[in-house]
């Protein structure tokens, strides 16, 4: 029995102690016995540094403390090895060499070890290390922790090639040109041969393609292409150490560095803020002036257009000149790296991460990534005037039909995240009022059904092009929506002017309230002030019926779409609009464009054109005309009686004038 015990054990070892492969199995309370390590309990951890160097199969593990103690930890019944930022393990052995190392990590959101020696690649869940060396030591050197399930070893009784600790077996010649800072690689002769005396780190890596990045005490960053084959595979950050060589070599006016040699194992990991492409979204025109060859950029909400069977496209971004005005910057692009490009939609803004290159003398740019761009938020929409095809970012809430295939719709916010400033670090929150804007459907009357029919769009699917934005802003459709079921709102959030009060300051296609007196002026109507010297023109296209329930001289509350025949203007003046609609935090940058309605007179507002959708009477008539007496005034009840005085409850006010005309209102007594 003692014997079949002690064969039951070596079998929990992967391989016998003269095999040419170990395993150091992490990942299960078996292989930990196997190694003599005591499994640990629940939520709690072993530290290698206590347990001591651990031996299988002629292959040391042992293991150097980072920011936590490297070591063994339970979650949940699951076994781990994890090695957090700073710490590491070094696999050994006495006689021969480590040829391979096999790393199976139990998560890879975090997999990031450096090798000091040989070559170490990652693919999905399991890194990959060759060489030939009598030890090879595995950093981790990032935040968080690396967690590994198993680590298979492979040895060869030959003598090691690489030796850390060792001298060079490829010396350089001391004698060859020595280079301190990628930034003076342009003052080089060309086809000069150089070594490299300080760190670098790297932006990015792809075939023979190299991207490295030199940082100086001011943070100001150079930057430099390595063409050609430098042995080994790097993660994005990592240090490569002084000492490699290169050519400087200059094509199709790009600077690069040909004919690499001794880019040995990185030696750390700079901090995350450092790989960071720089953000160029508005500054494209910046690219060239300022030199960004083979830098790693990101530029946001772009128009992405002309692309071919080469991969070649076009960006378009909207941009201002030195004096603040508009321009239109576009840059071209070529598919170096062979992503997959989505459909291009006009109406789309994209997000673009790449590096910029130099080819026959024109900038252009590799794109890494091309995501689809958040969509714009109406409010911008309409307070910073922006026009063109864009998609809107907000639930939309479908209000009414309007006329000709249009369809009203609002955000409903009542707060707002004002960001414009936020590159200079101001960001808040804001009191708001809902935003309004007219989808047009054009001639399709199916898309006018579907639409009219839904009761909240969603996001990021309302597409087409902004027309009108200074007048009655409209978005015309260039596909249908999704609508979401069950909207989470009550009621919509509406502005309510009385023209006896106030002075109107309604958006272009805003739902409001208005108080006045309906009166006719020259054959056309109008809702007026008590004092009739202040009118606006009504037009009952949204509701006809409603013209024949209105009388002159009685006082109605209209719920009603403003329209604005005029253009908006830049004003000093007191703007009603933004003040009624913001409540500005103190000590910040303003957030908007001051935009006032012009108007033609002061008292007529003849821009504006007020559609009632429904008419709340609210007091009785007015002798409006001095030329035109009342001759009798005549209540009718709910049950259709009639009488001289008023019933009790809802009547129904039949006013007869002299000149033989009528006006019908409602009242409650």
Same mark, same amino acid.
């Given at each position: 029995?003692?014997?079949?015990?002690?064969?039951?054990?070596?079998?929990?070892?992967?391989?016998?102690?003269?095999?040419?492969?170990?395993?150091?199995?992490?990942?299960?309370?078996?292989?930990?016995?196997?190694?003599?390590?005591?499994?640990?309990?629940?939520?709690?951890?072993?530290?290698?540094?206590?347990?001591?160097?651990?031996?299988?199969?002629?292959?040391?593990?042992?293991?150097?403390?980072?920011?936590?103690?490297?070591?063994?930890?339970?979650?949940?019944?699951?076994?781990?090895?994890?090695?957090?930022?700073?710490?590491?393990?070094?696999?050994?052995?006495?006689?021969?060499?480590?040829?391979?190392?096999?790393?199976?990590?139990?998560?890879?959101?975090?997999?990031?070890?450096?090798?000091?020696?040989?070559?170490?690649?990652?693919?999905?869940?399991?890194?990959?290390?060759?060489?030939?060396?009598?030890?090879?030591?595995?950093?981790?050197?990032?935040?968080?922790?690396?967690?590994?399930?198993?680590?298979?070893?492979?040895?060869?009784?030959?003598? /090691?090639?690489?030796?850390?600790?060792?001298?060079? /077996?490829?010396?350089?010649? /001391?004698?060859?040109?020595?280079?301190?800072?990628?930034?003076?690689?342009?003052? =080089?002769?060309?086809?000069?041969?150089?070594?490299?005396?300080?760190?670098?780190?790297?932006?990015?890596?792809?075939?023979?393609?190299?991207?490295?990045?030199?940082?100086?005490?001011?943070?100001?960053?150079?930057?430099?292409?390595?063409?050609?084959?430098?042995?080994?595979?790097?993660?994005?950050?990592?240090?490569?150490?002084?000492?490699?060589?290169?050519?400087?070599?200059?094509?199709?006016?790009?600077?690069?560095?040909?004919? /690499?040699?001794?880019?040995?194992?990185?030696?750390?990991?700079?901090?995350?803020?450092?790989?960071?492409?720089?953000?160029?979204?508005?500054?494209?025109?910046?690219?060239?002036?300022?030199?960004?060859?083979?830098?790693?950029?990101?530029?946001?909400?772009?128009?992405?257009?002309?692309?071919?069977?080469?991969?070649?496209?076009?960006?378009?971004?909207?941009?201002?000149?030195?004096?603040?005005?508009?321009?239109?910057?576009?840059?071209?692009?070529?598919?170096?790296?062979?992503?997959?490009?989505?459909?291009?939609?006009?109406?789309?803004?994209?997000?673009?991460?790449?590096?910029?290159?130099?080819?026959?003398?024109?900038?252009?740019?590799?794109?890494?990534?091309?995501?689809?761009?958040?969509?714009?938020? =109406?409010? &911008?929409?309409?307070?910073?005037?922006?026009?063109?095809?864009?998609?809107?970012?907000?639930?939309?809430?479908?209000?009414?039909?309007?006329?000709?295939?249009?369809?009203?719709?609002?955000?409903?916010?009542?707060?707002?995240?004002?960001?414009?400033?936020?590159?200079?670090?101001?960001?808040?929150?804001?009191?708001?009022?809902?935003?309004?804007?007219?989808?047009?459907?054009?001639?399709?009357?199916?898309?006018?059904?579907?639409? &009219?029919?839904?009761?909240?769009?969603?996001?990021?699917?309302? &597409?087409?092009?902004?027309?009108?934005?200074?007048?009655?802003?409209?978005?015309? =459709?260039?596909?249908?929506?999704? !609508?979401?079921?069950?909207?989470?709102?009550?009621?919509?959030?509406?502005?309510?002017?009385? =023209?006896?009060?106030?002075?109107?300051?309604?958006?272009?296609?805003?739902?409001?309230?208005?108080?006045?007196?309906?009166?006719?002026?020259?054959?056309?109507?109008?809702?007026?002030?008590?004092?009739?010297?202040?009118?606006?023109?009504?037009?009952?296209?949204?509701?006809?019926?409603?013209?024949?329930?209105?009388?002159?001289?009685?006082?109605?509350?209209?719920?009603?779409?403003?329209?604005?025949?005029?253009?908006?203007?830049?004003?000093?003046?007191?703007?009603?609009?933004?003040?009624?609609?913001?409540?500005?935090?103190?000590?910040?940058?303003?957030?908007?464009?001051?935009?006032?309605?012009?108007?033609?007179?002061?008292?007529?507002?003849?821009?504006?054109?007020?559609?009632?959708?429904?008419?709340?009477?609210?007091?009785?008539?007015?002798?409006?005309?001095?030329?035109?007496?009342?001759?009798?005034?005549?209540?009718?009840?709910?049950?259709?009686?009639?009488?001289?005085?008023?019933?009790? !409850?809802?009547?129904?006010?039949?006013?007869?004038?002299?000149?033989?005309?009528?006006?019908?209102?409602?009242?409650?007594?």
């Amino acid at each position: 029995m003692r014997k079949f015990l002690s064969f039951a054990v070596m079998a929990l070892l992967t391989v016998a102690v003269w095999a040419d492969e170990v395993t150091f199995d992490f990942s299960s309370a078996q292989g930990l016995n196997a190694m003599g390590i005591t499994p640990p309990e629940q939520s709690n951890g072993v530290n290698l540094t206590d347990v001591g160097t651990i031996t299988v199969g002629g292959v040391s593990l042992s293991a150097v403390n980072g920011s936590t103690e490297t070591r063994v930890w339970n979650s949940q019944g699951s076994y781990t090895l994890r090695i957090y930022q700073g710490g590491s393990i070094t696999l050994s052995v006495e006689s021969g060499s480590i040829i391979g190392v096999t790393v199976n990590a139990a998560n890879t959101n975090n997999f990031d070890l450096l090798a000091n020696v040989g070559n170490y690649t990652v693919s999905g869940n399991v890194g990959t290390w060759n060489g030939s060396t009598s030890s090879v030591t595995f950093t981790h050197a990032t935040t968080k922790n690396a967690q590994v399930a198993t680590i298979v070893v492979t040895t060869s009784d030959e003598n /090691p090639v690489d030796d850390p600790n060792g001298e060079d /077996p490829n010396p350089v010649d /001391p004698n060859i040109t020595k280079l301190d800072s990628l930034s003076n690689l342009a003052a =080089l002769d060309e086809n000069t041969e150089f070594q490299f005396t300080t760190e670098a780190f790297v932006q990015y890596q792809w075939e023979n393609y190299l991207w490295l990045m030199q940082l100086d005490g001011d943070y100001y960053a150079s930057a430099a292409l390595v063409y050609g084959n430098v042995g080994r595979q790097y993660p994005i950050g990592a240090v490569i150490p002084a000492g490699w060589t290169g050519k400087k070599k200059t094509y199709k006016g790009l600077l690069e560095i040909t004919d /690499p040699t001794h880019f040995n194992a990185p030696t750390g990991q700079v901090e995350k803020d450092f790989t960071e492409p720089f953000d160029m979204t508005g500054y494209v025109a910046q690219i060239e002036t300022y030199h960004y060859e083979n830098m790693r950029v990101k530029i946001n909400g772009i128009a992405l257009s002309d692309i071919d069977d080469n991969g070649n496209f076009t960006i378009t971004s909207n941009e201002a000149d030195e004096n603040g005005n508009p321009v239109v910057v576009t840059m071209a692009g070529y598919n170096k790296f062979g992503i997959e490009y989505p459909n291009v939609d006009p109406f789309e803004k994209y997000d673009i991460d790449g590096m910029v290159s130099i080819y026959n003398d024109e900038y252009q740019l590799y794109p890494i990534t091309i995501e689809e761009a958040p969509g714009t938020r =109406l409010w &911008k929409v309409t307070y910073e005037g922006l026009e063109g095809n864009m998609k809107l970012a907000d639930s939309l809430y479908v209000v009414m039909p309007l006329v000709d295939n249009q369809i009203l719709v609002t955000d409903n916010a009542t707060q707002i995240l004002v960001d414009t400033y936020a590159e200079w670090g101001y960001t808040w929150y804001q009191d708001w009022y809902p935003t309004w804007i007219a989808l047009d459907c054009g001639d399709d009357t199916q898309l006018f059904e579907t639409v &009219k029919n839904m009761q909240v769009l969603a996001p990021n699917t309302v &597409k087409g092009e902004v027309v009108d934005v200074t007048t009655n802003p409209r978005l015309i =459709l260039s596909s249908t929506p999704t !609508g979401i079921a069950d909207p989470d709102f009550e009621s919509y959030m509406i502005y309510s002017y009385n =023209l006896s009060e106030d002075k109107i300051q309604a958006l272009g296609n805003e739902l409001g309230h208005v108080t006045g007196y309906y009166k006719l002026i020259n054959g056309e109507p109008y809702i007026c002030s008590s004092l009739y010297d202040v009118a606006v023109r009504l037009d009952f296209a949204l509701n006809p019926d409603l013209q024949n329930q209105v009388a002159q001289g009685c006082c109605y509350d209209m719920t009603c779409v403003f329209k604005i025949d005029q253009p908006w203007e830049a004003s000093e003046q007191t703007d009603y609009s933004v003040s009624r609609k913001v409540k500005r935090a103190m000590s910040k940058p303003a957030a908007l464009p001051s935009l006032k309605v012009k108007v033609t007179d002061d008292d007529y507002y003849t821009n504006y054109t007020i559609m009632p959708v429904s008419a709340e009477f609210i007091t009785g008539i007015d002798n409006i005309d001095a030329t035109r007496q009342v001759a009798k005034v005549s209540y009718v009840s709910t049950m259709g009686t009639v009488s001289s005085t008023p019933f009790q !409850g809802m009547n129904i006010v039949v006013t007869e004038f002299s000149d033989g005309s009528r006006s019908v209102a409602k009242i409650v007594k």
